[in-house]
């Protein structure tokens, strides 16, 4: 039997789409002000920043869209080590310009809580417009779907209360804050359907069993590596 998933796998061709969405979602919050402080060059460089990061997803990952395409989710698969973009210094600089050591200082604060079991990374979630719209909500329900089937826990970062009770109403669990100069951003886990587990020493992180392995994953969450 078919099953029809509410998102859409995105292919090499909507990398530019994604790349709008996460600059029109975070170009009006607070994240976006300190990452950019200019707001006539925040748009632009948002946009060429993230297309970098989808861009890379495609090969390590995996991006999903709402069918009409009004929101995404950018994912990366977290089983080993992932390399980091081709030509990445030079590429960031480029699309950052005097704005860079913010990027870098964002992606150094969040990298150094990444979790270090396998697990799938929701780095961007992007759908601009009111909360009341629901497109957040729907393209994150329907991207866990996906990664649901690869039975590994998912992680994602909030800056908002908003991003919170988002993340928290599909099933993710607080672990601890990131401060990010005078940003914060928190930490969220969520375990896979198919996989039990049991507290490590530390209590923080799962011990997790495979039960099932099977492959074929305005709000916006940045993981700039």
Not at 166 to 172: A, D, I, N, V, W
Not at 179 to 198: C, E, I, K, N, Y
């Amino acid at each position: 039997m078919s099953v029809t998933m509410p998102v859409v796998r995105a292919r090499w061709c909507d990398i530019g789409r994604i790349a709008d969405l996460a600059a029109d979602a975070l170009s009006p919050t607070a994240l976006g002000a300190w990452l950019v402080p200019d707001e006539q060059q925040r748009p632009a460089v948002l946009a060429a920043v993230a297309r970098i990061w989808i861009e890379h997803a495609l090969l390590f990952g995996d991006a999903f869209l709402l069918p009409d395409g009004t929101a995404a989710t950018v994912w990366f698969h977290r089983y080993r080590p992932i390399p980091p973009p081709a030509r990445c210094t030079d590429r960031l600089a480029a699309a950052s310009g005097a704005h860079q050591e913010r990027f870098l200082q964002l992606g150094r604060a969040l990298a150094a809580r990444w979790p270090t079991e396998p697990h799938n990374h929701l780095a961007l979630l992007a759908a601009p417009g009111p909360a009341e719209s629901g497109r957040a909500a729907a393209v994150l329900a329907g991207a866990q779907q996906w990664m649901d089937t690869l039975s590994l826990p998912t992680y994602a970062e909030a800056f908002t209360d908003a991003d919170l009770d988002l993340f928290r109403q599909h099933g993710y669990t607080h672990r601890d804050a990131v401060p990010v100069d005078d940003q914060t951003a928190h930490s969220m886990w969520r375990l896979s359907p198919l996989w039990t587990g049991r507290s490590s020493r530390n209590g923080r992180s799962p011990v997790l069993r495979p039960l099932v392995l099977a492959h074929n994953s305005p709000s916006t969450r940045w993981a700039l590596r």
